[in-house]
């Protein structure tokens, strides 16, 4: 005891100056960013203090300029250039040439970065929502958890566990290099191009350039025509933050434009990340095939939502409408099939039909809505062609929102919620991606249904099981062929920043988030050493150096068996057989022919 006690007392005060330490906030720059331009304050220059009404059609797709607005109030915002394919490339290699001074750079320094963007982001969280809601349409509290929350957490998991992830990794070097020191080194791509969707611009933007850059990459971002002007301002965050830091000023860009840039990009970079629709997603795989880059691509989903008959019936009700509606104004693709036990159907769509009539949409920053507005414009023609098709085949509506004071001019901006039943696979709606605020719900009988229904579809992205019994929805869920899954929750898997997200079939392919998609901005190269240099070193046995001696394949065959054999006795034979071979002087013919007899015997 006398010679444990002290050590006790050691690990007690070790334990507790870590504790006093963690305390002790770190030193962390701040940084200024200019807002005199973005901030709502009512002082609109002409230039942008009209209503803007988009073009149909393709036109709007076209031009030298992106045309910005708000979706919810039609305010015109301004507009940014739609770079060409020089002015792209221009871009990509001055971070190119940026990117190989920061390659050199120390994890030091990357975490001061990340910190610097997490002080900023903390203290500004109104700020970066309101231009999130501004430009999208979503309401504040749905930029924060989809925006603010995930981005931080994605910051503290590189913070806590990125460098760990990145060092050199041991490998095991089997027992014909049991000499030798195998490992797995994570050495920069170089310019990563990541071309982004509108749905979340502020995470969007933060999400592959904060593993780009903790990797040692250099990024360029492409972001959406419809959420441009937002993209622009959190670029300035990320100015300001390598300023403060030292790092090269061309490291990150964002860019603006509408395919021409897209295509632009995938030509010019080292690995492409693509967040949007299956049709797109083809497309850039075809391009990227022509300089046979990597592509990690996240296109969608049609995720299930499966509530079997033993859950509490009021908590998942409220889950279901959240689901659905989680980032509404912006189209977010959450859960878009809702598959509930025959027992409880009745009872589960009363209690989500409760809810959603008590919700309403409007213009998030001027009162208190529950929803926003759709953020592309025509949006709400496809809405009502997915439940007018589902309404022919039978379905039926049972309930829908309500909408809030809303100018006439912009009505077709927003889609009330909407719960619809008796829908079945026939219809586009329970195909489709429907990207909006639709919940159809669909009765089930047993588990095996559900999990046949739920692969029912193209798409493969996530899903989502309730049950009282933890075991029986795991069970459910891992039958369920997605590349996520939460159980007894929803959407608690991104927020899970350790994991990797993404998805199969027409949901895409490659992950990022997490381990995976930290490495996956990462060459990985495989490294063999010798493992006690210079007193052990490679030598190739005399029977196999060239010219081949006779018995070169007998040394070869007994190599095999004192490595790999089953038997110890065998094995030990093949090994005299070995040292035997290789302290003969004339390792030929009399040698092979005894070898052969011994094998005949």
Aim: net charge neutral; proline share 4%; aromatic share 10%.
């Amino acid at each position: 005891m006398a010679f444990w006690w002290p050590l006790l007392v050691l690990a007690f005060a070790y334990g507790i100056c870590r504790f006093l330490l963690m305390l002790i906030p770190p030193k962390v720059p701040s940084i200024d960013v200019d807002t005199s331009d973005v901030l709502d304050d009512g002082n609109h220059t002409q230039e942008n203090s009209f209503i803007y009404v988009p073009p149909r059609g393709t036109s709007q797709q076209s031009g030298k300029i992106v045309q910005c607005y708000e979706p919810a109030t039609m305010k015109y915002l301004g507009y940014v250039p739609a770079l060409t394919h020089e002015e792209v490339k221009e871009r990509v290699a001055k971070v190119r040439k940026a990117q190989k001074m920061w390659a050199k750079s120390s994890f030091k320094q990357r975490r001061l970065f990340l910190r610097i963007l997490l002080k900023y982001i903390i203290k500004h969280q109104a700020l970066i929502c309101e231009i999130s809601s501004r430009d999208t349409g979503k309401t504040m509290v749905d930029a924060s958890l989809g925006e603010i929350m995930t981005t931080c957490e994605k910051i503290n998991w590189l913070l806590a566990e990125g460098e760990q992830w990145l060092k050199p990794e041991y490998r095991s070097s089997g027992r014909s290099m049991l000499h030798k020191r195998a490992k797995v080194e994570f050495h920069p791509l170089g310019v990563i191009g990541a071309i982004v969707s509108w749905n979340y611009p502020f995470h969007n933007i933060f999400n592959p350039m904060l593993a780009a850059i903790f990797s040692g990459n250099g990024i360029v971002i492409k972001i959406s025509e419809h959420a441009s002007w937002s993209g622009c301002f959190y670029f300035r965050i990320i100015q300001s933050a390598l300023a403060a830091i030292g790092a090269p000023e061309d490291l990150v860009e964002v860019i603006t434009g509408f395919a021409e840039t897209g295509e632009a990009l995938v030509s010019s970079v080292d690995k492409v990340i693509f967040v949007g629709s299956p049709g797109v997603g083809k497309m850039i795989m075809n391009n990227a095939a022509n300089t046979l880059i990597p592509v990690t691509l996240e296109l969608g989903g049609k995720d299930a939502f499966i509530v079997c008959e033993d859950v509490d019936l009021d908590h998942v009700a409220q889950i279901a409408v959240r689901a659905v509606l989680q980032s509404s104004g912006q189209n977010c693709a959450g859960a878009e099939r809702f598959y509930v036990h025959r027992e409880i159907y009745s009872s589960f769509v009363s209690k989500v039909t409760k809810i959603v009539k008590s919700v309403t949409a409007g213009p998030p920053l001027v009162g208190k809505y529950d929803m926003g507005a759709l953020c592309m414009h025509e949006h709400s023609e496809r809405l009502d062609g997915l439940l007018n098709d589902a309404l022919d085949k039978g379905a039926e509506i049972v309930a829908r929102g309500s909408l809030g004071h809303i100018g006439e001019d912009a009505v077709d901006q927003y889609f009330p919620p909407t719960v619809i039943v008796n829908v079945n696979h026939s219809m586009r709606l329970m195909q489709e991606e429907a990207f909006g605020p639709i919940m159809p719900i669909m009765k089930f009988s047993s588990d095996e249904e559900v999990v046949r229904l739920a692969n029912d579809s193209k798409y493969g992205l996530g899903c989502a099981v309730f049950s009282g019994n933890q075991s029986r929805a795991r069970e459910i869920a891992s039958q369920i062929h997605t590349g996520v899954a939460a159980v007894n929750d929803f959407a608690s898997t991104y927020m899970c920043q350790s994991l990797p997200f993404g998805g199969v079939k027409h949901s895409g392919f490659g992950r990022f988030g997490g381990v995976e998609g930290l490495r996956s901005c990462c060459l990985v190269k495989a490294v063999v050493e010798d493992r006690w240099w210079p007193f052990v070193k490679t030598k190739i046995p005399k029977p196999i150096q060239y010219p081949l001696a006779e018995n070169g394949f007998e040394f070869q065959e007994s190599l095999v068996e004192v490595l790999y054999g089953l038997g110890t006795w065998d094995r030990l034979r093949a090994l005299v057989n070995v040292l035997k071979m290789l302290t003969e002087q004339n390792p030929g013919g009399s040698s092979s022919s005894s070898s052969s007899k011994r094998r005949n015997d």
